[in-house]
């Protein structure tokens, strides 16, 4: 049973500071064609600068020649966000909330933002200052009860993520 519990905390402690030595890997080459070859890699900053390539198109990336492409955007987005990238999490939601992807009743939206909140909250647990920020972000809106999406039972939402 010790053993059990040893695993589960070590769980707990390793990943999510794995995560955040991937995130604070950003020492690569933001010429397009070396953030392919680094998402390939896995990197995660390489991974998320390319959603933020197709998101922005030539605007982000000088060396990118192409036009915004939502859906490519959302494919690396994800894969970031899968790998527990709050910064991802967060672009998705943004991207619902002004229509660059398909999210007609809001759901997409409040479940990428619930996911960023709860994967920012461990970056800031692991002392990362700017999921700090964001975090204060979320709370400030709380507070103040701004809207950051289309759900209309908005402050009810936000107060039960900052209890998560």
């Given amino acids: ?80 966000a899968d790998y527990g990238y709050p910064w991802a999490s967060w672009e998705l939601a943004r991207m619902c909330s002004v229509n660059e992807l398909d999210d007609p009743d809001g759901a997409e939206e409040k479940r990428w933002y619930e996911k960023a909140f709860k994967d920012f909250k461990l970056y800031a647990d692991n002392g990362n200052a700017e999921a700090m920020a964001k975090l204060a972000e979320f709370y400030i809106e709380i507070d103040q009860g701004l809207k950051i999406n289309r759900i209309s039972s908005h402050r009810s939402f936000c107060f039960r993520l900052a209890r998560i």
């Fill in 1 to 80: 049973m010790k053993r059990i519990a040893l695993a589960l905390l070590l769980c707990a402690v390793v990943l999510p500071s794995a995560a955040q030595k991937l995130y604070e890997n950003k020492k690569i080459d933001y010429r397009f064609d070396n953030l392919l070859a680094e998402a390939e890699k896995g990197n995660i900053v390489a991974i998320y600068a390319l959603g933020e390539t197709y998101r922005y198109g030539s605007r982000y990336s000088a060396t990118y020649k192409g036009e915004p492409d939502y859906q490519k955007a959302y494919g690396y987005f994800k894969k970031a």
